[in-house]
C-alpha cells in the first residue's frame, strides 16, 4: 500500500494527475447540460460584418450609431470589449463619446499585457482615451490561461495603476463582492442557447424585434481574422467575447465553479484497497471488479454533486489509487512469472486471432493446398469466388479450376526455389459469361510436430493460391480500348481510331494507281435541331446517320464522326470518280429523318480532297477540314474540294488573325466617313462611319476580308468599341452637327456587353446621344437566344437611335419592324439599278417607303452613283440617299474640308 501511495505522489508531481483531473472535467461538463439565463445578448463583429462594412478597424461613427441602436432598442447595460487605448480621428471620437454619454450605461475594455516579447520589459495598461472614458466605466476584460493553455477561469477585478477595476464578468454578472481574485467558469452552461447577432444586422436594423429589449449586451470580434479566439474546454476555441458572456452567465446562476473534496476521495480510494487487503476475498477477478465498480461510484457521486452545487471534485489521484491497487493485486495473486506467461499466452491467442480474421476477410480468395492434393484452408472469398461453402477437406480437383489445381500441384513438387509468377485465368461460366481470375502460386513449409519429444518434428510443404476476380478491370481495360478508337453514341470510328485508318488507307494505296478521298461533312443545322428538339433528339439524328453509313456505304468507305456535327470517311477511288461516293452521301444521308414522331431535315455541308499517297494522314484530314470550313462559310455551294491555292488563302487569314490583335496597338486602324445626304438639296445630315485597316506591311485591307475574322475570334468586341470610341471623338471636331451612324456586329451582342460600351463611349466622349444612330443587320433576327430588344430598349434610354441595315438581303421578315425602337430604314443598294427602270424595283421602293411612312421611320437608300438615280428616287419620295455620287467613304479631316466648301 506504501509503494501505490508513494507511486500517486510521483505521478502529481509531475502534473499527470491535474491534466487527468481535468479531462475528467471536461467529460462532466459535457454529460451536464445547463441553460443560459437569456438575460445576455452577445452582438458579433463577425465575417459577415467585416465583408459587408469592408473595413477593419472599424470607424468609430459605426460604434455611435450602433450605441444608439441599442440604447433605442431599451438595453440595460453595453459592455464594449473592444481596444479603444489610441485616438482615431476628432471627429468620429467625438460620435462615439456623445453616444456614450446619450446611452449612459456603457463600459469600455481595459488590460494589462507584456510590453513587448522580450523578458522583463514590464507591462503596459490598454484603457480607453480619456474623451471616451467621460461617460463610459472601465472594465477588465483579460482572463487568466492555465498550464494546459486553456482558460478555465474569470477574474471578478484586477489590480491596475493601483486601482482595483472591476471585470465586465462581474459587472454584468451583478458581482457584489470584492473586485479582485477569479472563479471557474461553468463550461456545462449551454453556450448554444446564448442570443448572438450580427453587428451589420443591429446597423440595418434587421435583428429580431425585441431581442435587446432590458438585455445586457456585450460587443466583441468574432471574426478568426482578427485573432480574438482562445482555447477552451468543451468548445476547443471561443471568441473573448463569448468567454465574458460564459463568465456572466456563471455569475447570474451562482455557479462560481470551486475545486474542492480531492482528499475525501483519496481517503475512500486508499480505505476500499486497506479493506480488500485485509479481507479473506477470493479471486482477483472479483476485487478488480470491486475496485473498478468504485471508480465508476466515484465519478456517478462526483457528476452529482457538481450538477447540485458548483463544486469540480478532482477524482484522478482517487483513480490511480485504485489502479494501482489492481495491478497490485494481479500481481500478488498471479505471481510475476504467471503473470508474464499470461501476457504472453493472450498475445499469442490474440495473434492468432487477428491472423485468422485477416486471412478470412482478406479481399483476395486465398486457398491452401497440401501435398495430397486436399484444400486445407480457404478464406471467405474464396468460398464465395469459387462458389462453395465447404472447400475444406475436400479434394482440390473437384472444387477448383484444373488449371489452377495443376499449377499448385507443379509449384508442390518443385523443391528449389522458384520465383512466383502472375497468371491470369480466363474462365468460362455455366451460363456462358466469361471470369477473369488473376491468380499468384507461392510455396511454402510448416513444421509438425510427430510426438511430444521437442526433437521428433518434420516439415510439409503447402501451396498458397492467391486469386482475384480481375473480370471488370479487364472488361473495364477493353472498354477503354475501345473508347480510344470508336466513339460511344455511333459505333463509328472517332479521331484518333479514324486517323490510324486513313495511315492504313493510305498504305494500302502505295504501290497502286488509285488515289485517296477523305470527305468531311458537317450537319450544319445541327445546333438548331438540338436547341429546337433537345439533346436526346441530337444523339437519335447522330446514331441514325451512323446507321446509314454502315448500312449503306460501310463497304465502300471507313466512316468515323470527328466532333458532334461533323462525320469523315475516307477510301480508295479512280482519278476523277471521287464525286460518285459524295453524290450517294447526299442522297444516302440527304433524306428527313423521322425521330420520334418529328421529322428533321438536315443541311449538309461537304469538303474533301483527292490526293496521291505519299502525304500524311493528319495533313490530309487538315486539308478536307480546311475546305469543309471554307464550304460551311459559303452559302453558294453544298461541296467542296480542297483546291492547293487554299492554302495560300488559309495562310493569309491566320496571318490576318494574328495581325489584327496588334492592329490597336499599332496605330493601323482608322475610321473613313461617307455622307448621309437629303436629296431635295444635296445637304449632307449625318455620316455613316466605315473601320479601315492600312497594314505596315501588307497595306490596305478591305472591311470584307478582316471584319468577318473579328468576328469569328471575338475580337470583333474591342474593335467595335474602339470605333464607336473614335467616332464619336472626331465627329466633335467637324463644324456641323451631324448624325453619326456606326454599324454593330451580332457578335457584340452575344459576346460583349454593348449596352455598357456604348454608354462608357457617350461618358468619355461627351457625344450627344441623340445624333447616335446604331446600324443592325437583319441577320441579327436569326439568333433567338439573343435579348435584342432589352438591349436595344437600354441604349434607347440613351437616346440612341437605330438604324435597320441593308434591308431586303437577309432575314427579310416585316413582323419583328413593330416589336423594335427602330427610326430608321436602310435599303439594300440591290434595289438600285443603274436607272431604276426595273418595275419590281420600282415596286420594292415604294413598298418600303409605304410601310416605313406608316411605322413612322425614315428611309435611306444606300448605292445611289448617278444624278439620274437621285432624281428618280427623290420623286418616288425618297428623302434621304447613300452612295458614290454624293462622296466615297473619306477621312474626318476631308469630310471637314467638304463641309466647309459647301457652307
Request: charged share 25%.
Amino acid at each position: 500500500m506504501i509503494g501505490v501511495i508513494a507511486a500517486v505522489a510521483v505521478l502529481r508531481s509531475v502534473a499527470l494527475t491535474t491534466a487527468f483531473d481535468r479531462f475528467l472535467w471536461e467529460v462532466r461538463f459535457q454529460t451536464i447540460q445547463r441553460p443560459v439565463t437569456g438575460d445576455l445578448v452577445v452582438v458579433d463583429i463577425d465575417a459577415k460584418s467585416l465583408n459587408e462594412l469592408g473595413v477593419w478597424p472599424l470607424p468609430r461613427r459605426l460604434y455611435a450609431e450602433l450605441t444608439d441602436h441599442l440604447a433605442e432598442a431599451g438595453v440595460r447595460d453595453i459592455v464594449f470589449d473592444i481596444d479603444f487605448s489610441s485616438a482615431s480621428n476628432p471627429e468620429d471620437d467625438a460620435l462615439f463619446a456623445d453616444a456614450i454619454e446619450r446611452a449612459g450605461n456603457v463600459s469600455l475594455a481595459m488590460f494589462q499585457q507584456p510590453a513587448s516579447a522580450e523578458q522583463n520589459a514590464g507591462e503596459v495598461v490598454n484603457q480607453p482615451i480619456d474623451e471616451l472614458l467621460k461617460g463610459a466605466w472601465p472594465v477588465v476584460v483579460m482572463v487568466p490561461m492555465e498550464t494546459d493553455s486553456r482558460i478555465w477561469r474569470n477574474l471578478y477585478g484586477y489590480e491596475i495603476n493601483g486601482n482595483s477595476e472591476i471585470s465586465a464578468a462581474a459587472l454584468l454578472g451583478e458581482h457584489t463582492g470584492k473586485a479582485s481574485g477569479s472563479f471557474g467558469l461553468d463550461y456545462s452552461i449551454s453556450l448554444d442557447g446564448l442570443d448572438r447577432v450580427s453587428l451589420v444586422d443591429v446597423l440595418k436594423g434587421t435583428a429580431a424585434p425585441g431581442l435587446f429589449l432590458d438585455k445586457k449586451v456585450i460587443v466583441g470580434a468574432s471574426a478568426q481574422e482578427l485573432r480574438d479566439l482562445f482555447p477552451v474546454p468543451v468548445y476547443d476555441v471561443l471568441p473573448g467575447s463569448v468567454i465574458q458572456a460564459l463568465g456572466v452567465e456563471t455569475l447570474l446562476q451562482n455557479r462560481a465553479i470551486e475545486i474542492r473534496g480531492e482528499g475525501i476521495a483519496v481517503f475512500l480510494a486508499v480505505f476500499v484497497f486497506f479493506v480488500l487487503l485485509l479481507t479473506k476475498v477470493e479471486g482477483w477477478a472479483l476485487k478488480i471488479s470491486i475496485l473498478s465498480l468504485c471508480a465508476i461510484m466515484f465519478e456517478i457521486a462526483a457528476i452529482a454533486i457538481q450538477k447540485s452545487a458548483p463544486i469540480l471534485l478532482p477524482t484522478a489521484s482517487a483513480h490511480l489509487i485504485l489502479f494501482l491497487a489492481a495491478a497490485s493485486i494481479v500481481l500478488r495473486e498471479l505471481g510475476f512469472h504467471k503473470f508474464l506467461s499470461h501476457i504472453a499466452n493472450v498475445r499469442r491467442r490474440n495473434s492468432e486471432r487477428m491472423l485468422g480474421l485477416v486471412f478470412d476477410d482478406s479481399f483476395d480468395a486465398i486457398v491452401v493446398l497440401q501435398s495430397d492434393g486436399r484444400v486445407s484452408a480457404a478464406s471467405q472469398m474464396a468460398r464465395k469466388l469459387f462458389q462453395s461453402e465447404s472447400l475444406v477437406g475436400k479434394a482440390a480437383r473437384t472444387v477448383l479450376p484444373l488449371e489452377l489445381v495443376e499449377e499448385a500441384l507443379s509449384v508442390l513438387a518443385s523443391s528449389g526455389s522458384r520465383q512466383p509468377v502472375t497468371k491470369v485465368l480466363d474462365m468460362r461460366l455455366d451460363d456462358g459469361r466469361r471470369r477473369f481470375i488473376e491468380y499468384v502460386v507461392t510455396r511454402s513449409e510448416h513444421t509438425i510436430a510427430k510426438t511430444k519429444k521437442l526433437s521428433d518434428v518434420e516439415t510439409e510443404a503447402v501451396a498458397c493460391l492467391t486469386c482475384r476476380d480481375v473480370t471488370e478491370e479487364k472488361e473495364s481495360a477493353e472498354r477503354l480500348a475501345y473508347l480510344a478508337r470508336f466513339d460511344p453514341s455511333t459505333g463509328l470510328f472517332n479521331r484518333n481510331g479514324f486517323e490510324e485508318e486513313v495511315a492504313a488507307t493510305l498504305n494500302l494505296a502505295r504501290g497502286t494507281d488509285e488515289d485517296v478521298c477523305l470527305v468531311q461533312f458537317a450537319i450544319a443545322n445541327f445546333d438548331q435541331i438540338v436547341a429546337s428538339l433537345g439533346f436526346s433528339y441530337g444523339d437519335q439524328l447522330r446514331e441514325t446517320v451512323a446507321m446509314r453509313l454502315k448500312s449503306h456505304l460501310s463497304a465502300r468507305a471507313t466512316w468515323g464522326a470527328m466532333t458532334a456535327d461533323v462525320f469523315a470517311g475516307v477510301f480508295r477511288c479512280e482519278p476523277d470518280q471521287d464525286l460518285a461516293l459524295i453524290e450517294a452521301l447526299q442522297e444516302v444521308i440527304g433524306d428527313d429523318y423521322k425521330i420520334e414522331g418529328a421529322r428533321i431535315s438536315v443541311q449538309l455541308k461537304f469538303g474533301y480532297i483527292v490526293s496521291s499517297r505519299d502525304i500524311a494522314p493528319e495533313h490530309l484530314m487538315k486539308k478536307s477540314g480546311n475546305a469543309l470550313a471554307k464550304v460551311r462559310r459559303d452559302n453558294r455551294s453544298p461541296v467542296l474540294r480542297f483546291l492547293p491555292e487554299m492554302d495560300v488563302a488559309l495562310q493569309r487569314r491566320r496571318q490576318l488573325e494574328t495581325e489584327l490583335f496588334k492592329a490597336i496597338a499599332r496605330d493601323e486602324l482608322h475610321m473613313v466617313y461617307q455622307p448621309l445626304t437629303n436629296l431635295s438639296d444635296g445637304s449632307i445630315f449625318g455620316v455613316e462611319a466605315l473601320l479601315r485597316w492600312d497594314h505596315r506591311e501588307l497595306g490596305p485591307i478591305s472591311p470584307v476580308e478582316f471584319v468577318p475574322i473579328a468576328e469569328e475570334n471575338g475580337y470583333i468586341v474591342e474593335l467595335g468599341a474602339w470605333a464607336l470610341n473614335r467616332g464619336m471623338k472626331e465627329a466633335l471636331t467637324w463644324s456641323n452637327h451631324l448624325r453619326l451612324s456606326i454599324n454593330v456586329s451580332a457578335v457584340q451582342f452575344s459576346r460583349g456587353n454593348l449596352v455598357a460600351t456604348v454608354g462608357e463611349a457617350l461618358q468619355r466622349t461627351g457625344f450627344p446621344s441623340e445624333r447616335l444612330d446604331l446600324e443592325i443587320t437583319e441577320s441579327l433576327f436569326i439568333d433567338e437566344t439573343l435579348d435584342l430588344k432589352f438591349a436595344m430598349e437600354e441604349m434607347r434610354a440613351f437616346g440612341c437611335n437605330f438604324s435597320l441595315d441593308d434591308f431586303g438581303t437577309g432575314y427579310s421578315s416585316l413582323g419583328y419592324l413593330p416589336k423594335y425602337p427602330f427610326s430608321k430604314i436602310k435599303l439594300d443598294k440591290t434595289f438600285v439599278r443603274e436607272s431604276i427602270a426595273n418595275k419590281q424595283d420600282v415596286s420594292v421602293i415604294e413598298a418600303v417607303l409605304h410601310m416605313a411612312k406608316g411605322h413612322g421611320m425614315s428611309v435611306i437608300v444606300e448605292g445611289i452613283e448617278t444624278a439620274e438615280q437621285a432624281e428618280k428616287l427623290r420623286e418616288m419620295g425618297c428623302k434621304f440617299g447613300q452612295g458614290y455620287y454624293f462622296g466615297r467613304p473619306m477621312s474626318s479631316a476631308q469630310l471637314q474640308s467638304l463641309l466647309l466648301k459647301a457652307a
